[in-house]
C-alpha cells in the first residue's frame, strides 16, 4: 500500500491507529482514582508528545542514517518557532501559512549551516553544530532583541500582542491559531462512566502531520537515497572510491532533518503562540540526542517511542512526591516503608533526571539499539522459549 | 594602554579555568583517544568540594549563653563551629576562612579516586566503540553526576568567599607607574592554574612516568609489545587529568559561586578551546584556552559591543568555526590526529 512493503505498511497504520486513539490509549485510569495522576491523555502532553516525536524523527533522518551527531538541531526548532509567531503577528493566526514558512526558514538555514558544517565529521561535526546552535541562541537572546530590531524579544520570548498588525485576521475568526477557524484549542469532552477522554483539535493536527511525516521517513529509509546515507554511515571513503559523492547526500538529509525540525517549532508555536530562546540552547538539542537513542537509532518507530518515554516521564515521573511513595509502600511494615521511600526519593519528583540519565547510560552500554532493540530481544527469547517447548529436546540445526 | 592591559588582565581568569579544563580534556584524549563529555560535571564537582569543605568546618555546637540575651531577653544562642572549639577561637577561625585553599587538598585524592572508577568502570569499556558512543554515554555520566549535586546542595549557586586576606581589589600595575585595579583572588586563580600547568608539563617531561606517557601517547602499541603496562598509565593519567579539572573547580568557586549547571557551561566551551588549539595537543589547548579567553574579554568591551553588537557573546565560536574550517587541524595540533 502508497508503494511500502507488507510490514511497513502494517507499522504504519498501527502508528495510525497509536496516534488516533491515543487520547483512549493514555487514559486508562477514571478520571479522580488514585491512579488518575498516571494519565497523560491531556492535549497540552499529548501535543507534546507528537511534536518532539516529530523532531525525533527529523534527527533520526540524519543520525541515525548517516551517524553524523548533530548538537545543534534544536536551533532549527527555535527558528521554526520564530518563523510562525512572526506570521501570526504579521499576517493571520492560521497555522497552514506559518507552518509552511517554519519548514521553509529551517531549511534556508540549515542548508546554511549544514553546508559549513558538513565540510568536517566526527566530533568535529559536533562541535561545528554545537558552535551554530549556541550562537544562534545568543543572538535570540540578546542581540536580535534590541529596540531598534527586534526580531525575537529576548527573554520574554516573541508573542502576539493586541496590537500586531495581522493583516488578513478577519472578524468571527477565532482570537488563536486556527485552522481555517477551527481555533487549536477547541476541545471535545467525551465522559463514559468514570473516565473522561479529550479530544483536541491542535493533537489531531499534529497527529495527521506526525502520519505523514512517519510515511515520509519510511519512504526515505526504504528509498535508494536511504541506501547512499547508510553508505555513508558505513564506510565512506568507499563510497566516494565508487564514484558517489558523499557531500550531496549528507546534507540532502541535514537539510530534511532541520526542516522536520522547522516543522515541530511551527507546530509548537502553532499549539501556544509563543516562541522563547530557550528552545534553542544545547540541552534542548541534548534532549532530542536522548530521546532517539533512548528509542532507536536508525529504527522507524524508536524516535518516537524515546520522545513519547521521555516525554511521559518527565511530566508523570516528576509528579510523584514523598506522600504517593508512601501511599504505595505502606503495605510494608513502618520502618521498611520510611526506608523504601528514602531509597527511591531522589529518582522521582525533581530528580527524575537523575533516573532518566542512569536510564540513557544504561542503554548506551547495554542495548545500542534503544528500547526498540531491547523490544526485539524480549520478543525473541519469548519466541524461543515458546519453540523449545513445542520442539522438546530435538537439537537446533547448525545455521 | 591602560585599558588594553586591563582587558587581557581581565582574560586571563576564565582563560586560565579554560586551559586547565582544556588540558585535562586533551590529557584524555591524547592518552586513551576518548573524548570525555563529563569533564566539565569534573571541573563542577571540584568546585563542590570547596563548598564541602567550608560546610564541613562550619559545623557547629549550639551553646546557651546566660551572659547574652537576645531583643525579647532570652538566653542567647551561641553556635560555635567544632574547629574553634578544637584549635582556639583564632586558630579555628582563620582555618574557617582559609576554607577555599584547603580544600584543595580534599579535591586531590577525591578527584583522583572519581577519575580511577570513571576510568574503570566506565570509559574502559568504550575505547573499541565509535566516538560517538563516547560521547553519548559521557554525556549522560555527565547529567547523573549533575543531577547527584544538585540533589545533595539544590539548584542554587552557593557562595563561597575566598580568604579575608585574598578579598579585594589590588593595583598590579603600580610598580611600572600604571593604574591597574584587579581582584586579588583573580591573580591568586592564574598563578595557581599556571602552576598546576607548569606541573603537568614538568610531570611529563621530567619524569620516567610521564616519558613512557608523550611514549604511548606517541605509539600505543609499540610501548605496549616493549612489555610496558600502558593501560596503567593512561588510567593513573586520567585521574590527574579529573585532578586538574576539579583544582580548577575548587578554586574558580570565589569567582564565581558554584551551581550544579556550571560544569555544562564551561564544558561547551573547553571543547571549543581544544579543537581550536588542535586535539590532542597539549601547549595547543592551554594556549588557545588564554587566547580565547582574552579574546573575549576584548569582546566585551563597550567598544566592541557598540560597533557590533552581541560580539561578546559569539566571538568564541566564530573563532572556532573559522578555525575550523580553514586549519582543521587547530593552532598546534599534531599531523594524522583526528584529521577526518
Not at chain 1, 486508562?28 to 494519565?39: D, K, L, V
Request: glycine share 10%; with cysteine.
Amino acid at each position: 500500500m502508497l508503494g511500502l512493503n507488507n510490514k511497513d505498511t502494517k507499522l504504519l497504520i498501527v502508528v495510525a491507529v497509536l496516534t488516533l486513539l491515543a487520547p483512549f490509549i493514555l487514559n486508562p485510569f477514571p478520571a479522580g482514582s488514585a491512579m488518575a495522576q498516571f494519565n497523560a491523555g491531556y492535549p497540552d502532553l499529548m501535543q507534546r508528545f507528537v511534536i518532539f516525536g516529530i523532531f525525533a524523527i527529523g534527527f533520526n533522518i540524519l543520525f541515525g542514517l548517516t551517524g553524523y551527531l548533530s548538537f545543534g538541531h534544536a536551533a532549527f526548532l527555535g527558528i521554526g518557532s520564530y518563523a510562525a509567531v512572526w506570521i501570526f503577528k504579521l499576517f493571520t493566526y492560521n497555522v497552514v501559512p506559518a507552518i509552511a514558512l517554519a519548514v521553509i526558514m529551517a531549511g534556508l538555514f540549515s542548508v546554511i549551516i549544514g553546508y559549513v558544517s558538513l565540510r568536517r565529521s566526527g566530533i568535529y561535526f559536533s562541535i561545528l553544530t554545537l558552535a551554530f546552535a549556541q550562537m544562534s541562541f545568543a543572538l535570540a537572546y540578546s542581540v536580535l532583541s534590541n529596540p531598534k530590531f527586534n526580531l525575537t524579544n529576548g527573554e520574554t520570548g516573541l508573542q502576539v500582542y493586541a496590537d500586531d498588525l495581522q493583516m488578513f485576521h478577519r472578524e468571527g475568526l477565532p482570537d488563536l491559531p486556527h485552522l481555517f477557524g477551527l481555533s487549536m484549542r477547541s476541545t471535545y469532552n467525551l465522559d463514559i462512566g468514570a473516565w473522561s477522554f479529550s479530544f483536541n483539535a491542535g493533537y489531531y493536527l499534529c497527529a495527521v502531520v506526525l502520519m505523514l511525516v512517519f510515511y515520509l521517513s519510511i519512504r526515505i529509509f526504504r528509498s535508494p537515497f536511504g541506501l547512499m546515507l547508510r553508505a555513508i554511515k558505513s564506510n565512506q571513503t568507499r563510497m566516494s572510491y565508487t564514484g558517489l559523492n558523499p557531500r550531496p547526500h549528507t546534507l540532502a538529509a541535514f537539510v530534511i532533518s532541520g526542516m522536520y525540525a522547522g516543522l515541530a517549532g511551527g507546530l509548537m508555536a502553532a499549539m501556544d503562540p509563543l516562541a522563547g530562546a530557550e528552545r534553542m540552547q544545547w540541552t534542548a538539542s541534548g534532549e532530542v540526542v536522548l530521546m532517539t537513542i533512548l528509542g532507536g537509532t536508525g529504527t522507524l518507530i524508536g524516535p518516537v517511542l524515546g520522545a513519547g518515554f521521555i516525554k511521559y516521564f518527565e511530566n508523570i515521573f516528576s509528579k510523584i512526591n514523598d506522600s504517593i511513595l508512601h501511599e504505595w509502600f505502606a503495605f510494608l511494615p513502618d520502618g521498611l516503608e520510611n526506608f523504601m521511600v528514602f531509597i527511591v526519593h531522589p529518582f522521582v519528583g525533581k530528580g527524575w533526571h537523575l533516573t532518566l540519565g542512569i536510564l540513557f547510560m544504561l542503554v548506551v552500554i547495554f542495548l545500542p539499539g534503544g528500547l526498540v532493540e531491547g523490544g526485539q530481544r524480549i520478543g525473541k527469547w519469548i519466541k524461543n522459549r515458546g519453540k523449545a517447548k513445542d520442539s522438546g529436546a530435538t537439537t537446533e540445526p547448525a545455521e | 594602554m591602560d585599558g588594553l592591559i586591563l582587558q587581557i588582565l581581565n582574560g586571563l581568569d576564565k582563560g586560565s579555568a579554560y586551559a586547565l579544563i582544556a588540558l585535562g580534556l586533551t590529557l584524555i584524549f591524547g592518552t586513551l583517544g576518548v573524548v570525555n563529555f563529563a569533564h566539565g560535571a569534573l571541573f563542577m564537582i571540584g568546585a563542590f568540594c570547596a563548598v564541602t569543605i567550608s560546610k564541613i568546618l562550619n559545623i557547629s555546637y549550639e551553646v546557651i549563653d546566660p551572659n547574652q540575651t537576645d531583643f525579647l531577653g532570652n538566653p542567647l544562642k551561641v553556635k560555635t563551629p567544632y574547629v574553634e572549639s578544637w584549635f582556639g577561637p583564632e586558630m579555628g577561625a582563620s582555618i574557617i576562612d582559609w576554607s577555599v585553599p584547603l580544600a584543595i587538598l580534599l579535591t586531590i585524592p577525591v578527584m583522583m579516586l572519581i577519575g580511577l572508577i570513571m576510568e574503570r568502570g566506565l570509559i574502559k569499556h568504550f575505547y573499541n566503540r565509535e566516538h560517538a558512543d563516547q560521547i553519548l554515554v559521557t554525556f549522560g555520566l555527565a547529567i547523573v553526576l549533575q543531577e547527584i549535586i544538585k540533589y545533595y546542595f539544590g539548584a542554587n549557586p552557593i557562595q563561597t568567599p575566598p580568604p579575608e586576606a585574598l578579598q579585594g581589589v589590588a593595583n598590579v600595575g603600580a610598580a611600572i607607574g600604571m593604574d591597574l585595579p584587579y581582584p586579588i583572588w583573580r591573580i591568586v586563580y592564574f598563578c595557581f592554574s599556571l602552576g598546576i600547568i607548569g606541573a603537568v608539563f614538568a610531570f611529563l617531561q621530567f619524569t620516567t612516568f610521564g616519558m613512557v606517557v608523550r611514549a604511548g601517547m606517541a605509539d600505543r602499541e609499540t610501548v605496549g609489545l616493549l612489555g610496558i603496562n600502558i593501560d596503567r598509565r593512561f588510567t593513573i593519567m586520567f585521574a590527574i587529568a579529573a585532578a586538574v579539572a576539579g583544582l580548577a573547580g575548587v578554586m574558580y568557586a570565589p569567582i564565581n559561586p558554584p551551581n550544579y549547571h556550571m560544569g555544562m557551561d564551561f564544558l561547551v566551551l573547553s571543547f571549543v578551546v581544544v579543537v581550536v588549539g588542535g586535539m590532542g595537543s597539549l601547549p595547543g589547548a592551554v594556549l588557545a584556552g588564554f587566547m580565547l579567553g582574552i579574546l573575549e574579554s576584548f569582546a566585551s568591551t563597550t567598544w566592541a559591543t557598540t560597533t557590533l553588537p552581541g560580539i561578546n557573546q559569539i566571538i568564541i565560536y566564530l573563532v572556532a568555526i573559522i578555525v575550523l574550517l580553514t586549519r582543521p587541524r587547530g593552532l598546534m595540533g599534531r599531523k594524522g590526529v583526528m584529521e577526518e
